[in-house]
């Protein structure tokens, strides 16, 4: 009995004698592992500061893809900030790392939709086919842009309705901008007959267009013939606005050219009753004295005849 007590006090001598050993021998090891990591979370941030700040004074890069390469700097340096910490330890950091890159093949595998949206956002952010506020339209959607994300574009339409389009599906199809140019062209047309003045109908065309100080002088407004067939002349008003009046332009025009058209046959037809309706005077009684005297004329005999 005294036997075992005295191994268990010489057993526990030991080991608090090795805790000891090991706890001189790592001491500065931890204390370098946190000092290690108090000044690695510093840089990273100061880093990630800089970086944003360097990033945001290149013109076209978007505040949204400056704060996305930031925040991949900061996490990347504090990544290699914990596997330095390990390295401390006696962890052999080869091994860290090849089991990251195995993780991060894997995570991409299985995000692989996701990291495409991301790739297309970063591609949408740097290259700017559509900005904030401006107009656009694809194969699949339309609407005003709102806000350019790095997973996806909200926009909202024209009736007021609210979308969500995934960045993949903007970057992979062709895009139409309606607000990037400031000025844009528009068409009018109309038909007539053959048998319709054309030189007036051009005439009332370009006076229109003129009249109208929100259509530019440069390009000039222009009238032609766009078309005939047997039974109509297509002629067309060709103008050019800016890209903020294009829409109300677009509609007043389409209404004035409708009155000044509708005025137009108004007085043809005017014209045409006047020219083929004559003033009929009254049928006024006739008096027996102004009646025309009948001659009559005598018969004769057959004798008179032979």
Known sequence: MEQQATDFIIATRSALGQ???LAVQYSFSILGAIILLIVGWALASVASRWA?????????????????????LRYALLVLVFITVLGQFGVQTASIIAALGAAGLAIGLALQGTL??????IMLLVLRPFRVGEYIETSSVSGTVLEIGLFATELKTGDGLYRLAPNSTLWNTPIT??????????????????????DLTMETLMRIATSDKRVLKTP?????????????????????????DWWNVSRDMIK???????KKAQMSDAT???SDTSPVEPAREVTPAEAPTRRRTPKTSPQTQS
């Open 116 to 121: 495409q949206n991301i790739a297309a956002g």
């Open 177 to 198: 901008n309606y607000s990037r140019q400031p000025t844009r062209q528009n068409d009018v047309k109309i038909n007539i007959t053959h048998q319709d003045d054309l």
């Open 272 to 274: 045409a009753q006047a």
């Open 52 to 72: 944003y700040e360097g990033i945001s004074r290149v013109h076209g890069i978007d505040e949204t893809l400056a704060r996305f390469f930031a925040n991949v």
């Open 19 to 21: 805790a000891s050993a």
């Open 220 to 244: 000039a407004p222009s009238v032609f013939i766009d078309s005939l067939s047997d039974t109509a002349v297509s002629v067309t008003l060709r103008y050019w606005a800016s890209t903020g």
């Open 256 to 262: 004035r050219v409708k009155f000044a058209f509708d």
